[in-house]
């Protein structure tokens, strides 16, 4: 049997349920196909900017925040080129303060936001992807399929359509998060956000809503192996801020991710776009991935409507979403520099020497 819609959008996370939500609202037909069935799983990402504040107002989403699931977060504390640590205070942001998520609860909401605006949500694999002169056919598993005029991909780092449609995803270094959450010790009162560099790349740790405590060190992919084999252990009792807060018996489950920042090659092509970490992927350094997904849901949305109204061509929006993404990207990748660039004190080791090369490369 084959349904037809005015866009099917790959991947619900925060980008999907933004763009579906967005069209929905203005009265398109959507479908959100995402391939896992249950949102129930504990993932890395939790820490919402203030800047978020006035994007999930404009999308008339920030009564989400107004529930117990979520921490607000007053400053950052971070440990970066000399020893001592410097304060980021929200309580300066004329946005107020952030967020420490609970992301399986978040990325939930959004998903109900977009269903009580009609979004059809069909959790089922994708099995095949046509292109047609004036439509895409979207075949899912149990035989049935779907058409639609617009296809976003909003599938994540994989980005598993783009590239399927002749995309190509290019990585700007080889960032990896080895990262646990922890039971912390009853001393444990701390609730500030902390970053603190090392020879081998950053830590970062903050108390989590529902009170863990989240380790996660960001370094090369050479050093996994090394950080699996008991170095992550070490690097973390090494430190001059993170070590008072390891609790004393500590055996932790350690899960290794990609982190570094990624784009795609292109951002779009002939009626489909990428949003989110599909298109733009961020250090987390950056706290940006969350931001830039729901800020992309918004901007594929409003464009997508425009086309589907006569407003714009679909080559008009190809061109003014992957304008407004190349812009998102130099500003983002000018800081990163910056950033790494100003850890002077571990120029000889293998992370520091790695990053600050490849970034300036990038940057050029
Ligand atoms: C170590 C680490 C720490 C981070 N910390 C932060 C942070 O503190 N703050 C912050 O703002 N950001 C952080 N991020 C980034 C943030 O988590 C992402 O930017 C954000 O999740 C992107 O949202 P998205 O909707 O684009 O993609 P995702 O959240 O990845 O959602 C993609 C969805 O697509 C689905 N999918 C994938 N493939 C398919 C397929 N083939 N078919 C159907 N569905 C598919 C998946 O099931 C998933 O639901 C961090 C990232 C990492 C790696």
Known sequence: MTKDFDVVIIGGGPAGAVAARELAKNGRRVALLDKQKERSRQRIGESLPPAARPLLRRLGLLELMNCDAHRPAFANFSSWGHGALDVHDFLQDPNGHGWHLDRVRFDADLVKAALDQGVVLITREVSRVEEKELEFVVSISGGESLKARWLID?????????????????????????????????????????????????????????????????????????????????????????????????????????????????????????AGDAALAFDPLSSQGLFNALYSGMKVSELILKELAGEISTEEVVEQYSSRLEEIRAIYLARQTLYYGSEKRWEDSQFWNEQNRNLKAVAI
């Not at 989590?208 to 170095?231: M, N, Q, W």
């Not at 690097?235 to 008072?244: A, D, E, M, P």
């Not at 390891?246 to 920042?261: M, N, Q």
């Open 154 to 274: 909003a599938s994540g780092r994989s980005a598993a359509f783009a590239r399927k449609l002749g995309a190509v995803r290019v990585r700007d270094d080889r960032l990896m998060a080895i990262y646990a959450w922890v039971q912390p010790s009853s001393r444990d009162r701390d609730a500030r956000t902390l970053i603190e560099t090392c020879a081998d790349g950053w830590w970062y740790s903050s108390r989590l809503p529902d009170s863990s405590r989240l380790f996660s060190l960001h370094t090369d992919r050479a050093l996994v192996k090394e950080g699996l084999d008991g170095k992550w252990l070490e690097s973390l009792r090494g430190t001059r801020h993170l070590k008072s807060l390891v609790p004393r018996k500590f055996s932790p489950e350690l899960h290794v991710v990609e982190a570094g920042g990624s784009r795609l090659s292109q951002f779009g092509g002939k009626r489909w776009l990428a």
